[in-house]
């Protein structure tokens, strides 16, 4: 199995960036699609992007889009989330995960393992 842990959340003002490390330990991280999603209260958990082992596919949900950059270092065993033009709206605790087997995937369920999440506030 693989552990994971993210890094980088924090208060932002609108428009401004942020850069997310998730850091995996365990299997070799080569072996993982890995995935960002986003929670903020009251709502379900939302899929923010994803990049598959090799980092040839990346996806990305439309809210994100433009601003939003997914990357990986299978060297470092680790995943990076690099947004930018941050709006209110983006505020939440994001979380990476990581799957064995769908690269990808919107859903939660298709992933095995979970970091804690960190959390991200963008003021207005």
């Known amino acids: 199995q693989v552990q994971l842990v993210e890094s980088g959340g924090g208060l932002v003002q609108a428009g401004g960036s942020l850069k997310l490390s998730c850091a995996a330990s365990?299997?070799?991280?080569?072996?993982?699609?890995m995935g960002w999603f986003r929670q903020s209260p009251g709502k379900e958990r939302e899929f923010v992007g994803g990049i598959t082992k090799s980092g040839g596919s990346i996806y990305y949900a439309d809210s994100v889009k433009g601003r939003f950059t997914i990357s990986r270092d299978n060297a470092k065993n680790t995943v990076f989330l690099q947004m930018n033009s941050l709006k209110p709206e983006d505020t939440a605790v994001y979380y990476c995960?990581?799957?064995?087997?769908?690269?990808?995937?919107?859903?939660?369920?298709?992933?095995?393992?979970w970091g804690q999440g960190t959390q991200v506030t963008v003021s207005s």
């Open positions: 995960a990581a799957s064995n087997y769908v690269g990808g995937s919107v859903y939660g369920t298709s992933y095995d393992y």
């Open positions: 365990g299997r070799p991280f080569s072996l993982y699609h």
